[in-house]
């Protein structure tokens, strides 16, 4: 992949965690107070329904299964545990506990993935943390066990779906739209029975909740959420997982406009840094795994699996059709019509790093 499309892509995947960092703005101006699983839950389910009653595509064989454990990783679970931490701890403090995911996926892409682990990896990890810790982090912040316990398996729920995701990609002729919603809707459903015995509903809404809560529902999770997972197929799962610190840069930054709250030096040094973060991440990730003259190494999941990794780009371009295409087709039959365009031109062999 080349540098230049490398950030294009990066660019467009941290609109998703850019906008999960203006939720904190819209649930305290927009929403009913005191109703995070209500909001959770509002946010994942109708999306997922709207999704699925729009490609009309269920899983199918190993399918259920894993999009269950995707659903409860990348939606279920981890809004809980998020929640539990916000609940417990103060907003720095959360902050600065999930700071561990990046380090979280670098040990499993290690495991599950074959990927190196590079001292840039490492380097990127220790300023993302040092980068935030400035941001958000406030004199008066406080630990709780139960808050910061949350917060480590809200980590670990996301650093867990970045890598499956990554490893199982999603079904052949299946678009990027169902594969969101089934997790979404798998999210939502694990959410509901939490909501209704943990959380009374609100006696009333007004057209202001009606607003946030819609604003959350199509914008933070359906289309925020199609752009995430597009982005995990397309990146290394390490550099995925840095562009998530542009939610609590993003929710600085809001809470700056909006809320009058002030950006002294530190912070604006602890936003440099996580920017100077993510940078390296990507820079790090920016070279192809394999070797000069050598093959590129062949997926483990088969296709009589049904499994697809979202990095095998190339093979993608042979048959072209690109992930970001695909996922806007809704019509069943055009998820599996064979394409009728003519065949690509083959593209001359080029060096190492390009795409």
């Known amino acids: 992949m080349t540098d230049r499309r490398l950030v294009r892509i990066s660019l467009l995947t941290a609109l998703a965690p850019a906008v999960w960092g203006s939720t904190y703005l819209v649930t305290t101006e927009f929403l009913p107070p005191d109703r995070p699983l209500l909001a959770s839950t509002l946010r994942a389910l109708p999306a997922g329904l709207i999704l699925l009653l729009l490609t009309r595509v269920l899983p199918r064989g190993i399918w259920w299964v894993r999009a269950t454990v995707l659903g409860v990783l990348n939606i279920g679970a ?54 935030v810790a400035l941001l958000v982090l406030q004199p008066q912040a406080g630990l709780d066990g139960v808050g910061v316990l949350a917060g480590l398996l809200a980590a670990v729920c996301m650093a867990s779906g970045i890598v499956l995701t990554k490893r199982w990609g999603r079904p052949e002729g299946v678009s990027l739209l169902a594969f969101t919603g089934w997790q979404l809707t798998v999210g939502g459903l694990l959410l509901l029975p939490v909501t209704l015995l943990g959380e009374p509903l609100p006696e009333r809404l007004t057209w202001t909740n009606v607003g946030g809560f819609a604003y ?59 920017v100077g973060a993510v940078v390296l991440a990507q820079r790090g990730e920016g070279a192809p795994p394999t070797a000069p ?54 593209v001359p062999p080029s060096g190492p790093g390009s795409a």
């Not at 670098?106 to 495991?111: F, K, P, S, T, V």
């Open 78 to 131: 981890f809004f809980y545990f998020l929640f539990l931490a916000a609940y417990h701890l103060p907003g720095g403090v959360a902050a600065l506990v999930m700071t561990v995911q990046p380090m979280i996926v670098l040990l499993l892409g290690a495991l599950l993935l074959g990927a190196r682990i590079r001292l840039l990896h490492i380097g990127a990890c220790a300023l993302a943390a040092a980068g």
């Open 293 to 346: 003259g050598t093959a590129p190494r062949t997926p483990p999941a088969s296709a009589a699996e049904g499994g697809r990794h979202g990095d095998d780009e190339e093979h993608e371009h042979e048959h072209g059709r690109h992930d970001a295409v695909s996922g806007l087709g809704v019509h069943p039959s055009s998820l599996t019509a064979p394409p009728t365009g003519p065949a690509p031109r083959p």
């Open 216 to 274: 959350l529902g199509i914008i933070g999770a359906l289309l925020a959420y199609v752009v995430w997972f597009n982005g995990i197929a397309r990146l290394p799962a390490l550099a995925a997982s840095f562009l998530s610190f542009a939610s609590p840069l993003c929710a600085t930054v809001l809470g700056y406009l909006f809320m009058g709250q002030t950006l002294g030096p530190l912070q604006l040094l602890g936003a440099a840094g996580v």
